[in-house]
């Protein structure tokens, strides 16, 4: 008897080893999830001083752990700014923001900014043009995908993804 006592302990210890390590497991993988936004830097949201809407848009970003530095500026110097940043114009939106040597167009997912920044893809930047209901930062609700864009150093554009 005093065997199979043994042998029931020795199986609930391995039991309750077995589930520690697949919770141990289980955690790693959510945590690879989890990404130090920190390492990316602060973003710059360059805005107009009258736009509403890029307030709330860094209050979205604040709430995903990103850092934002608001900057406003008059409307021509922000035009000046998405000209110097070789912006296409179809792709343009209420704001601009920079991010490491990246620039950031408009009301774009967290998402994107998080794949951009740890790709670190060889383009300008990413936009997503106009300002799309539902969007962060936007009022109304989701009509369809987001098309994000990744700009490329020629100029040229092609879809980075959908959220």
Do not use: W
Not at 6 to 16: F, M, N, R
Not at 65 to 76: E, G, K, L, T
Not at 83 to 102: F, V, W
Not at 112 to 119: G, V
Request: glycine residues 10%; contains cysteine.
């Amino acid at each position: 008897m005093k065997t199979t006592h043994i042998a029931a302990i020795v199986l609930a210890v391995i039991v309750v080893g077995a589930i520690a390590g697949i919770s141990l497991i289980n955690k790693g993988s959510n945590n690879e999830k989890d990404i130090d936004k920190t390492e990316f830097g602060t973003i710059t949201m360059f805005k107009s001083p009258t736009c509403g809407c890029c307030g709330v848009y860094s209050q979205y970003l604040n709430k995903r752990d990103f850092s934002v530095n608001i900057i406003s500026i008059p409307d021509a110097e922000l035009a000046n700014l998405k000209n110097k940043d070789e912006i296409p114009a179809q792709l343009r939106s209420c704001h601009t923001m920079t991010i490491g040597d990246y620039f950031v167009e408009g009301h774009i997912p967290a998402e994107a900014i998080e794949k951009l920044m740890t790709e670190k893809p060889n383009i300008k930047g990413i936009a997503m043009p106009g300002m799309p209901s539902g969007s962060p930062g936007m009022p109304g609700g989701k009509t369809g995908d987001f098309v994000i864009y990744a700009v490329n150093n020629d100029g040229s554009f092609q879809e980075f993804m959908r959220v």
